[in-house]
């Protein structure tokens, strides 16, 4: 019975381990808005990531994203303390790679799509304003995202939308 134990502690720590951070983070980029609407499949994320320690500050971000949408699903008692959590790891991970275009766009977008009453609204103007700064070198398929968001969100004047033209 012990060597039972010893056995699927190792696999339940195996199974932790087995994604690398890329794998990881398509994962999440993949389903974080599904997440928000599905139960499910931001628990699924959830159980992925909560455990996980000594990331890069952009899955350390996107952590912080999966668990404010978490903060949807949970008992109304614990929704703002799982929210305040999510923008704490978020703000973290921007703390500690202030100069990552995706992580100031994934705040961004996050901030834009809240509701006001959270009061998590304190980064939009910088958080665009670096974000249109670096537009030019992010890479190709943030290029896409940040384009294809600023001209369909309604968040931003044409002035702005000019600015990401690809």
């Not at 056995?7 to 599904?34: G, P, Q, T, V």
């Not at 994203?65 to 991970?93: C, M, Q, W, Y």
């Not at 994934?106 to 665009?128: A, E, S």
Request: net charge positive; proline share 2%; with cysteine.
């Amino acid at each position: 019975m012990k060597y039972i134990s010893i056995f699927l502690l190792s696999m339940l720590s195996f199974s932790a381990s087995a994604y690398n951070e890329e794998d990881l983070l398509a994962e999440i980029r993949n389903n974080l808005k599904l997440a928000t609407e599905n139960e499910k499949v931001c628990e699924n994320l959830y159980t992925k990531v909560k455990d996980l320690k000594n990331t890069s500050a952009l899955l350390k971000g996107y952590i912080g994203a999966v668990t404010i949408a978490r903060s949807k699903h949970v008992p109304l008692f614990d929704k703002l303390s799982t929210f305040n959590k999510g923008t704490a790891i978020l703000d973290e991970a921007i703390k500690a790679d202030p100069k990552e275009t995706e992580l100031r766009f994934l705040r961004l977008t996050l901030q834009l799509n809240l509701p006001g009453f959270l009061g998590y609204r304190d980064h939009i103007t910088t958080d665009k304003e670096f974000i249109f700064s670096n537009f030019g070198v992010a890479q190709a398929v943030l290029q896409k995202k940040i384009a294809d968001f600023v001209n369909t969100s309604g968040h931003f004047s044409e002035k702005e939308k000019q600015r990401v033209r690809i």
